[in-house]
Each structure stands twice: as structure tokens, then as C-alpha cells.
């Protein structure tokens, strides 16, 4: 028998969790109108709504906080930041920012994206939302088929796809990003030879390439370990090539910084550069702190050093594969990506009685609740609007470094005895929604009453 992989950690600090009973989370799931986003985090038993600045800080990053220097120029904290972010990317230009959707806004107003294009393997909602709000169009050339195919590294681009564009858009292509991992395609990875091979057909375009580079270790993690050519490669090593195929990078530090906020941004390009501290301090800060305190800084550059131990990436992949294995189990169709920081289940499949727009996606985030107070995030029709053949997800985010393996085998058992009352779960009807991004405040209610869902 193989061992166990190890939960790297011990745990020196707990947060206890309330219970809540079947029929107090009717009440509460009533009171915030079926929209899990209006729920209080105390009535949640298990929070899996995002793997975004919910992971735990270890005692060398509270040690850190504590030498925080909040000095407004030239802080302590921010040379510490400093150094590790360029030595990490190798970027003479770096910036912090609150979060990652902080830099993408100033990426998206210093490039002059008036009547552009930007394309992508997959573009996060917030990337998308400041590509559109810049006055350019956002493309996503991703691997067709990418959530049915059973393959490593469907997080990549269609390089043919992306050529063609290349060419056809020419002088309106503004930027390319790749997103390492692909959390629009199911958190999927892309492999070293894809970036490698993007970024070529971007260097030959003449067309800037930046990294959303928010789950870079994850990525460097799936390389490592499912890339032939790249086995065993040191860890560092792969990060830093994914960089270095890059013109500049935004990151989100609510990811692999494992911190609860922050962000960054970097370039090569010393007058890009200007151009961005000029807007930074516009909008978030002087360029030594960005919008964040010392302490944040000292955090997020600690929180960069730890993300890379391989004993935290290997146990971080087990765990999401073991959640997949209990989904699985449980009778739950899930997208088998090769991905760490969510699993997301095909609640179209499960649920065939419902029709896209019936939100069958929602339809599950609900049940869970009910019968378990777990959390989960509808991505599908309530998120997008009803368009194209878009797969009706729902993601089970993973915090990093919170839950221990008693959590995600509650969580299958949940999932279980969802599973069993499948067919009876009503659809889903939204009946007041906001004029835009409707899945955090909108309304909705149950076509029919929630069938009892014993446990
Ligand atoms: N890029 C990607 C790929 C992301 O997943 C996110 C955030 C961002 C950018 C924006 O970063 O939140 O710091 O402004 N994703 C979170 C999620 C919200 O739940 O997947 P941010």
C-alpha cells in the first residue's frame, strides 16, 4: 500500500465552525432570495465558494506582518516585496496593487485599448470586465473541447486559432494573455510548450504577451509533473521560464501569495512602466506601497516563498483529486481536469430533467446548502445569461491550507445524499436581478418546494 500524501502543516490557531440544522439553512437560504452570495459566512459549515484570499497564513507570515514598516515611501516592507517579486519573475518592473483586478485596470488604461482587441486562452470575468471597459473586445481561444477532453494542459491556447487571429487582427491585437491556470476552462494548466509556442506567434505578431499569472505555482506544479520533457524539473526554474516567455505579468496574491489581499503588477518595458506608476498613484497608491499596508507587502513576499515547497503543491493536488474522487463517488458528473484549486461538476449532466435556463447549476449550489450548509459557486447561465452551448458548472473551490480531510469527506456525504433526491430538485427562476454581474445580488426562487433531503 502507497502512503499517504501528508498534509504538510500542523494547525496552531482554529476558528470554530457553527452548526446549523436543516431547517435554520431554509430559513437563511430563504431570507438571502436562493443567492448564496447573500448568505452570512458564519451560517456556512464549508466554504468552497472561492480559493480567493480565503487561504490560512502561516506563523511566518503573521511574523512578518508584524515587522511590517508602514512607512509611506521606501518602507522596509516594500524593498522585501521588491525583491522577491523580481528575483520570482525576473521583471525590473514591479508594482503592488490591492488586487488582481486593481492591476489589470491599470494594464488596461495604460495600453490604449480604444477600439482593440485582446485575446486569450481564457480570460477571468474581472480581466474581461476592464479589456471591455478599456474600449476593446476580449477574444478566448481556448482548446475546443477543453471541459469534455480527458488530457493534461487543457488550460492552453488553440495556437491555430491563435494565428489566424494574430494575423487576421493584426494591428488591432492590443495584448495577449495567457491565464496559468485557465480557471474559465475548469482551472486546467497549460504546458510549458504551449506558452512556449504563443508566446512565438505573439514575438512574431509584434503583439505584447502578459502572464495572469494568479495560480502560477499551480501551473509550474502540473508542468513538473505531467510534462515529459519537463519531470523533475526544479520548481523555481519552470515558474521563472513561464515568466520569461512573458512581456509582463498581473497577479491576484489572493492566490498563490496565500494571502487574504493583494495584488501585483509587472513589465520590462521601463517607459510602460512610467506610464503605470503614473496611474497607480492616480488610483492606488505611492508606487512603493500600491494600495496595500507594509504588512500586506511582508505577506505576500513570504507567502511567494512558501507557494513553491513541492510537499504544500503535491498535497494541494491530492486534496483537490481526492474531492473529485468523493464527488465522483457520490454520483456527480465532474470535469476531470487535471486541476488543484477547484473541482467543478457538470450540473447539466446530473440534473438532465432541467433545461440550461432552469439554472440547474444554482439548482445544486442550493441543495448543497440546504443539506449541508456547504458553499459552492454556480458558473454557468446565472453567471453568463443564457448564450451558446456554455457547460452549466458549479465549482467547488478549495481554500488553501483551511480544510483537513474530514471537511472534504463531509462534503461527499453531502454530495451523496444530494445525489439521491437528483430528480426531484426543482429549477431555479430568477425573479430580480441588477442590470449587470446579476449572480451576486440577484433574486431567485424554486419553481417547486426543495424536496426534504434526508442525511
Ligand atoms: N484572474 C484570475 C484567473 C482569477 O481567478 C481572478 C480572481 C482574478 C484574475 C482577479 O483577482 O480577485 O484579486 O481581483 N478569481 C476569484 C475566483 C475571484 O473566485 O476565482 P482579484
Not at 436543516?22 to 447573500?38: M, T, V
Not at 489581499?261 to 497607480?280: F, N, Q, S, T
Request: proline share 6%.
Amino acid at each position: 500500500m502507497p502512503r499517504p500524501i501528508i498534509e504538510p502543516f500542523r494547525i496552531k490557531m482554529v476558528e470554530p465552525i457553527r452548526m446549523t440544522t436543516p431547517a435554520e439553512r431554509a430559513r437563511i437560504l430563504g431570507d438571502a432570495r436562493y443567492n448564496l452570495f447573500g448568505v452570512r459566512a458564519e451560517d456556512v459549515i464549508v466554504d468552497l465558494l472561492t480559493d480567493s484570499g480565503t487561504g490560512a497564513m502561516s506563523a511566518e507570515q503573521w511574523a512578518a506582518m508584524m515587522r511590517g514598516d508602514e512607512s509611506y515611501a521606501g518602507a522596509r516592507s516594500w524593498f522585501r516585496f521588491e525583491e522577491t517579486a523580481r528575483s520570482l519573475t525576473g521583471m525590473p518592473f514591479v508594482v503592488p496593487t490591492h488586487q488582481g483586478r486593481a492591476a489589470e485596470r491599470i494594464l488596461c488604461s495604460v495600453m490604449g485599448l480604444e477600439g482593440g482587441v485582446v485575446l486569450s486562452n481564457g480570460l477571468f470575468d474581472t480581466t474581461r470586465a476592464n479589456v471591455e471597459a478599456a474600449g476593446a473586445r476580449g477574444i478566448d481561444l481556448g482548446l475546443p473541447g477543453a471541459l469534455d477532453a480527458h488530457r493534461p494542459f487543457g488550460g492552453g491556447f488553440d495556437l491555430e486559432a491563435l494565428g489566424r487571429e494574430l494575423s487576421e487582427h493584426a494591428p488591432r491585437v492590443r495584448f495577449v494573455v495567457a491565464t496559468v491556470t485557465n480557471n474559465t476552462l475548469g482551472g486546467q494548466a497549460v504546458s510549458l510548450e504551449n506558452l512556449r509556442a504563443s508566446a512565438a506567434l505573439c514575438r512574431k505578431a509584434g503583439v505584447p504577451i502578459f502572464l495572469d499569472a494568479c495560480r502560477f505555482a499551480e501551473n509550474a506544479w502540473a508542468v513538473r509533473r505531467d510534462e515529459p520533457a519537463e519531470r523533475g524539473r526544479p520548481l523555481l526554474s519552470i515558474a521563472r521560464e513561464m515568466f520569461d516567455l512573458c512581456d509582463g505579468f498581473t497577479m491576484s496574491a489572493k492566490k498563490d501569495a496565500i494571502v487574504n489581499i493583494g495584488g501585483a503588477l509587472g513589465v520590462r518595458d521601463a517607459a510602460l512602466a512610467a506610464r503605470i506608476r503614473e496611474e497607480l498613484v492616480r488610483t492606488e497608491g505611492f508606487p512603493t506601497y500600491g494600495g496595500l499596508a507594509g504588512r500586506d507587502l511582508e505577506a505576500v513576499a513570504q507567502g511567494l516563498h512558501e507557494v513553491l515547497d513541492e510537499a504544500y503543491l503535491e498535497y494541494r493536488f491530492a486534496a483537490s483529486a481526492y474531492l473529485a474522487r468523493e464527488l465522483e463517488a457520490a454520483g456527480w458528473p465532474v470535469i476531470r481536469a487535471v486541476a488543484a484549486h477547484a473541482v467543478y461538476v457538470d450540473a447539466g449532466a446530473a440534473l438532465p430533467h432541467l433545461s440550461p435556463d432552469d439554472l440547474p447549476g444554482q439548482t445544486l449550489v442550493c441543495a448543497m446548502y440546504l443539506a449541508g450548509g456547504v458553499r459552492t459557486c454556480e458558473i454557468g447561465n446565472l453567471m453568463f445569461g443564457s448564450q451558446g452551448t456554455r457547460k452549466q458548472l458549479v465549482r467547488f473551490a478549495l481554500p488553501r491550507r483551511v480544510y483537513t480531510q474530514s471537511h472534504v469527506d463531509y462534503v461527499g456525504a453531502v454530495a451523496r445524499d444530494v445525489a439521491a433526491v437528483a430528480r426531484r430538485l426543482p429549477a431555479m427562476r430568477v425573479v430580480e436581478e441588477p442590470p449587470s454581474l446579476r449572480h451576486f445580488t440577484a433574486a431567485m426562487a424554486p419553481a417547486a418546494p426543495f424536496p426534504e433531503i434526508p442525511a
